[in-house]
């Protein structure tokens, strides 16, 4: 199984670091493999991420999706549709995720994602992919009566 790592940020830190993905790729490696010398910004990624509340996430993957939806404990919840299956683990600082595939991942998980939270970065740990879950939606700037 792969493994998958998934942080939400905050809108206004999403929209700053929505086109510094290798950058963004970079810190949050460093950041989950503790070796990042400065406390200063090991201080702002966690000001910039949200906290994930699982069992709202769980509540709202339930009544979103076909998939079979249920607790492995109350850390760990798993998703299942026929033969595919993934598990969903909550982490200090985001979402761990184990799937055979990005595919598993993204008809199971991600694109219910997508409408659930704007700025959610995912990075697969064993492999250097990594990027945004749903795509940039430019704002509204003026209004045209």
Do not use: C
């Not at 493994?3 to 809108?11: R, T």
């Amino acid at each position: 199984m792969y493994q998958y790592s998934l942080f939400f940020f905050k809108p206004n830190y999403g929209e700053h670091f929505y086109f510094k993905v290798s950058l963004l790729y970079k810190l949050l490696k460093k950041y989950k493999m503790q070796s990042l010398q400065d406390g200063i910004t090991t201080k702002q990624i966690k000001y910039a991420l949200e906290e994930v509340k699982l069992e709202q996430l769980f509540s709202y993957l339930k009544n979103s999706t076909t998939a079979n939806v249920n607790w492995i404990d109350e850390e760990t919840f798993e998703m299942q549709s026929g033969n595919k299956r993934i598990i969903v683990k909550k982490s200090s600082n985001g979402l761990e995720l184990y799937a055979t595939s990005l595919i598993e991942l993204e008809t199971l998980l991600l694109k219910y994602l997508k409408k659930y939270h704007e700025y959610i970065f995912v990075l697969n740990e064993t492999s250097v992919e990594f990027g945004w879950v749903r795509p940039y939606k430019r704002k509204k700037l003026l209004n045209h009566g």
